[in-house]
């Protein structure tokens, strides 16, 4: 993903913030292993990095961006079309932007590269760009933005039996996006935009969730 790779082999730990907007209604059946609402699926993927390292490289404060679809069931590999598209933190240094190449790319090992094995999409390019990526501390919002390109807003899901200031949130999902033993918290986009890497879509009102992430590499 970049034009000066990483060592493969460096340890490394990032942790954070993870959440998308996507096309299904709420909420995504993809998080319970199972099809997508209307059978295919485009979605919108934002990873707040709060500390991290790749070796002695420091990644705290940078974003990743990713735009994708795909048809069928992600989870039991019965799924087709799965294409892709990301942007990485313009803010990010030659030596950053290398670490997070290697990991968000599956070289590096840990997580991700399970899950881009798994979803195996097709990329369709990637570009570093300004991002911007906002998480409430009490998880009653959260956002990304590539100015021009990308919006994703989505405001935490609520109803009238849910306590005031409660979350709606899933234990043990079965199809976390970031790997086992984390937290979904669920919510409702206020903004689904894309318009880049031959994406192109633009609604509201649909399903969204946001995950904390702790991955370690590269084993």
Sequence with gaps: MTEQAAPADTRWH?????????KCTVPCPCTFAQPPTYGDCDAVLAWRIREGNY???????????????FTGNLWTREHTDAYAGVFIDERADERQRAALGAIFGGQAGGWPAEFGEMFGAEMRGMDFAPIR????????????EVPGRVRARAEALTGPTTPEGARVQVHNAPGAEVGPGQVATWG?????????????WDRSGRSSKHFPFDWNGPA
């Design 14 to 22: 990032l942790a954070g913030d993870w959440f998308d907007t996507c």
């Design 133 to 144: 990526i906002s998480v409430d501390d009490d998880l009653g919002s959260w956002s990304a």
């Design 188 to 200: 409702r986009s206020t903004a689904h935009f894309a318009e880049a890497f031959g994406f192109s």
């Design 55 to 69: 070796g002695d490289v420091r990644l705290d404060g940078l974003g990743v961006v990713m735009i994708g679809s």
